[in-house]
């Protein structure tokens, strides 16, 4: 199906995670379609690296998967889409090139499911800020503690990029390791844990 379409190219083919992994590291493909379940490195941890490690790579989800615990596992892995299988040909090929050009998408199950997520946490922005620091497992270094105050500014990852003369993939990888490391959910939640940092909090 993708092989067919005039402005795709099949590059290869994975038949696990850590497979995919290695090839990715090989070909640099633009776009990655991941499934989740499968042998050796699931596609969680597969996401995980190759997003880390090619940050100009992105990584599309096709999974029959839609449980919400696995879903908020593979975005935060840096899975850019998270299409379910039933997905239509048209479907996955206009997901394909709207995460190529840098977009966000979500089938709409599994937009139901991330909303839900994020009203259920909302309320944790105006937790004391004791506890956000309590559950920090790593400090910041330098880099993103300037990564995070620019965050807070509501700086873009591009302005980000801008600012400290980074890519703007690298930012991101910056950003999912401060989420990481801060447990926070949000941008929106860091920026709150950077003003009460600010503040003594």
């Known amino acids: 199906m993708l092989s ?22 090989q070909m640099h493909p633009d776009v990655v ?33 839609d449980a919400e615990e696995t879903v908020f596992e593979a975005i935060r892995a840096g899975a850019r889409a998270y299409l379910l299988k039933d997905a239509t040909e048209e479907e996955v090929l206009e997901t394909v090139r709207a995460v190529h050009r840098g977009e966000s998408r979500l089938t709409p199950q599994i937009a139901r499911k991330v909303m839900d997520q ?14 956000t620091q309590a559950v920090m497992t790593e400090p910041l270094n330098d880099k993103e503690e300037k990564i995070l105050q620019l965050i807070a500014e509501g700086k873009s990852n591009k302005q980000i990029a801008g600012a400290v003369f980074l890519a703007e993939g690298t930012v991101k990888n ?22 009460r940092q600010r503040r003594g909090g």
């Open 118 to 131: 994020f009203r259920r946490l909302a309320p944790i922005t105006q937790d004391p800020p004791v506890a």
């Open 174 to 195: 910056y950003v999912s390791r401060i989420m990481e490391k801060l447990h926070a959910n949000t941008r929106t939640e860091l920026a709150v844990m950077s003003v």
């Open 33 to 65: 379609l991941m499934d989740l379940h499968m042998p050796r490195k699931g596609g969680v941890a597969a996401t995980r690296e190759i997003t880390v490690s090619l940050p100009r790579t992105q990584v599309l989800v096709l999974t029959t998967l």
């Open 4 to 25: 067919v379409e005039p402005d795709m190219e099949v590059v290869g083919q994975a038949c696990d995670g850590a497979q995919a992994v290695e090839m990715a590291q």
